[in-house]
């Protein structure tokens, strides 16, 4: 058991390095992967502005929600690597050597988390440079930045499922625009209950709409929102229960699609 897990380490550990080792021959996507997040926060925070149904502050409201926002989106980087990756036939020449089979995408995914939780830090710096707070205790803080990184694992594996399932980098992005409705129709800018009664039931069980919740929560940025919703009160339970549920449908299907491309 041990020496299986040792082997499985080692290989991923180096398939992790090797997605490290492109970050230093291509700093500008890093670069953009990062900017993108900010721009976001920016327009709508000072550009537009004025979140429906937000009482104070808005930006106490919009920069939780630009967080979980920002771990849904930016999959495309890891899907176009995923596709070229099997395109070239790099994988095959990998299922060549005598390799842990899972090490390919468990590296990928590692070194996503990685990027993920710098573009995280970078984003935080910007909230509060613009005059976000947080109002809680650091063990508070540390929850929520764990509820956001848990939200990105789990749509990390969805986008890794879904690029093996498009095959080829050109498709990615018609792939990549499925994730958006995930991200508009949440509570991320405005509040469920300044939506249309269907509408506003809909945002509130979205998995992002419940990380973003949990967080807000967290950081004690509620912004004057309340709601006697079900998925409202028990937002950081399902902050944890979305994100497993998607990783255990998920995680199970990249491996086994891999296994079956990889032949």
């Known amino acids: 058991m041990s020496t299986t897990f040792t082997w499985a380490f080692t290989d991923s550990w180096t398939m992790t390095r090797r997605e490290l080792a492109h970050w230093a021959r291509q700093p500008v996507q890093i ?7 900010v721009m976001l926060l920016l327009m709508f925070g000072f550009l537009i502005g004025g979140g429906a149904g937000v009482e104070g502050d808005y930006r106490e409201y919009l920069v939780p929600g630009m967080f979980a926002l920002t ?3 930016g999959l495309d980087a890891t899907m176009v690597a995923v596709t070229q990756d099997l395109e070239k036939g790099v994988i095959d020449r990998f299922r060549s050597m005598p390799m842990f089979d899972g090490a390919v995408l468990v590296g990928r995914a590692a ?4 990027q ?3 573009s995280l830090a970078v984003l935080i710096g910007v909230g509060l440079a613009v005059g976000w707070r947080w109002h809680g205790s650091f063990a508070a803080f540390l929850g929520a930045v764990g509820l956001l990184l848990l939200f990105r694992f789990a749509m990390l594996w969805l986008g890794i499922h879904l690029a093996m399932v498009a095959g080829k980098p050109e498709l990615v992005m018609a792939v990549q625009i499925l994730v958006w409705p995930i991200g508009f129709l949440s509570n991320a800018f405005a509040t469920p209950e300044s939506m249309p009664g269907w509408l506003g039931a809909t945002v509130e069980w979205n998995p992002m709409s419940a990380t973003a919740t949990a967080v807000r929560d967290l950081f004690g940025n509620e912004g004057g929102v309340t709601s006697a919703s079900w998925a409202y009160e028990h937002a950081q339970l399902l902050a944890v229960l979305w994100p497993l549920l998607l990783i255990g449908v998920f995680f199970p299907l990249a491996v086994r699609r891999f296994t079956r491309l990889s032949r």
Do not use: I, K, R, Y
């Not at 670069?31 to 997040?37: E, K, M, N, T």
């Not at 070194?111 to 990685?114: K, R």
């Open 111 to 114: 070194a996503d988390m990685l």
């Open 116 to 118: 993920s939780a710098l």
């Open 71 to 73: 771990m849904a989106f």
């Open 31 to 37: 670069v953009v992967g990062l900017a993108f997040p």
